[in-house]
């Protein structure tokens, strides 16, 4: 089973920088690949990066390429995304989700496990 608990979010300026994590309260962590995504009011959830079961591989969306970057600590059944040079645009809720897949998908879809969500907002 995964449990996942987003925290790390709250208000930014322009430029600044943020950690977001994702804690595993389950007993197979290890076993599932984890992807960040985000909605802004109004839009669609859409992917912002994905890691492998051991975190050698990401896949990282083009928008936030270059100032985000996604890991994970599997003995702390921790997943986190590093968020740089944060933009107003990068403003939406985040959330991070787990998939017994071992394909680094981008589609929502492909996840089944979800948690509640952290707020960012960046001002200009």
């Known amino acids: 089973q995964v449990q996942l608990v987003e925290s790390g979010g709250g208000l930014v300026q322009a430029g600044g920088s943020l950690r977001l994590s994702c804690a595993d309260s389950g007993r197979t962590f290890s076993s599932h690949i984890f992807g960040w995504f985000r909605q802004a009011p109004g839009k669609e959830r859409e992917f912002v990066a994905a890691i492998s079961r051991s975190g050698d591989s990401t896949n990282t969306a083009e928008s936030v390429k270059g100032r985000f970057i996604i890991s994970r600590d599997n003995a702390k059944n921790t997943v986190y995304l590093q968020m740089n040079s944060l933009k107003p645009e990068d403003t939406a809720v985040y959330y991070c989700?787990?998939?017994?897949?071992?394909?680094?998908?981008?589609?929502?879809?492909?996840?089944?496990?979800w948690g509640q969500g952290t707020q960012v907002t960046v001002s200009s």
């Open positions: 989700a787990g998939s017994s897949s071992g394909v680094l998908r981008v589609s929502n879809t492909y996840y089944g496990y």
